[in-house]
């Protein structure tokens, strides 16, 4: 089905660096959203995005839907150790249409 | 606000039972709900989307007979793996989108075990 890429896979790196993740695709959202993943628990949303060129920060996140709308990015700056954890991006694919679309998540993991 | 639990959070059964998992918005009226499945170290599979008081709409591939899904209420959706094997053994995590629309917020998921 549908899928959204997301790069990179995996990322080692070490406290206090920043961190840049994005997903593309080749069809058009209306909505991105990214979300963070512990283990064992569920998703748990960090920003959503809503127009296109939208900039959000929250905290030390900062994410922006793409001015095309086939991709985003999220940033973490100063990353420390409980960033640990993997990140999905997931696009509401056409306006009304209700499921989401997953990226396969980038797995992050600091060196303290 | 934006809660989203789930129950069980772990569950161990025998092959040939029947489990079911609840899922409940607790500050909010979820219009649709969605259950999706997760192996390890994958994405997520949303498995199908239940509206409230209709039948819910099940991904390709996925058996509907097997996996009955409920949506009483607003804030209430049930999913039921029926007959359960080994090869059901999985993560299940719900997810609920409000009544405004704005964001999808996820339960703490399920683990099942099928022994």
């Known amino acids: 089905g549908q899928q959204l890429n997301q790069s990179p896979q995996s990322m080692f790196i070490q406290e206090g660096e920043d961190v840049s993740m994005n997903c593309t695709s080749s069809?058009?959202?209306?909505?991105w959203l990214w979300y963070k993943q512990d283990p064992g628990e569920g998703p748990v949303l960090l920003i959503a995005?809503?127009?296109?060129?939208e900039l959000t920060s929250n905290g030390r996140l900062t994410a922006q839907f793409g001015i095309t709308r086939k991709d985003s990015f999220l940033n973490i700056s100063a990353s420390i150790p409980s960033d640990v954890g993997i990140y999905f991006c997931?696009?509401?694919?056409?306006?009304?249409?209700?499921?989401?679309?997953f990226g396969q998540g980038t797995r992050l993991t600091i060196n303290p | 606000g934006a809660v989203v639990s789930q129950h069980p959070s772990r569950v161990i059964c025998k092959s040939g039972t029947s489990v079911k998992i609840e899922c409940r918005s607790l500050?909010?009226?979820?219009?649709?709900m969605f259950w999706y499945r997760q192996f390890p170290k994958q994405s997520l599979m949303l498995m199908a989307t239940?509206?409230?008081?209709?039948?819910?709409?099940?991904e390709q591939g996925v058996e509907k007979d097997k996996f009955l899904i409920n949506h009483a209420s607003l804030t209430l959706s049930t999913l039921t793996v029926t007959s359960a094997h080994p090869e059901d053994s999985s993560f299940y995590i719900c997810?609920?989108?409000?009544?405004?629309?704005?964001?999808?917020?996820f339960g703490p998921g399920t683990r099942l075990t099928v022994t």
């Open positions: 997931a696009g509401q694919l056409v306006q009304g249409a209700q499921k989401l679309v």
């Open positions: 500050d909010f009226q979820a219009t649709t």
């Open positions: 069809s058009i959202f209306n909505t």
């Open positions: 997810s609920a989108r409000s009544q405004l629309g704005t964001g999808y917020y």
């Open positions: 995005l809503y127009k296109a060129g």
């Open positions: 239940s509206n409230e008081g209709s039948k819910a709409t099940y």
